[in-house]
């Protein structure tokens, strides 16, 4: 069974950073792709930045320049690093995984369970 963890939202001052962080736990899985969504209160969920297994990463526009996603391959786990966060940042964040599992080679979406990110002062 796989499962996807997330840990690192808190209510954080505009300006600040903050750093999550999403392990998939588990065996018998391949990484094709991680990556984040948000939802901020009362919107539509907004995708903002995968990291694919060659290492390929692309980013919305709302946060180009300020988000940073990275990996560490050996622990499975993918984190986001935010800086100069804004009070519209504030939403839950959700990390995704395409995983292949290699039993039956079937590829499927994983999601984690979100963690509440909050920008105000």
Known sequence: QVQLVESGGGL?????????????AGSGFSINAMGWYRQPPGKQRELLTTITRGGSTNYADS?????????????NTVYLQMNTLKPEDTAVYYCYAILTLVRDSITAHYWGQGTQVTVSS
């Not at 954080?12 to 998939?24: E, K």
């Open 63 to 75: 946060v180009k320049g300020r988000f940073t996603i990275f990996r560490d391959n050996a622990k």
């Open 12 to 24: 954080v001052q505009p300006g600040d950073s903050l750093r999550l962080s999403c392990a998939a």
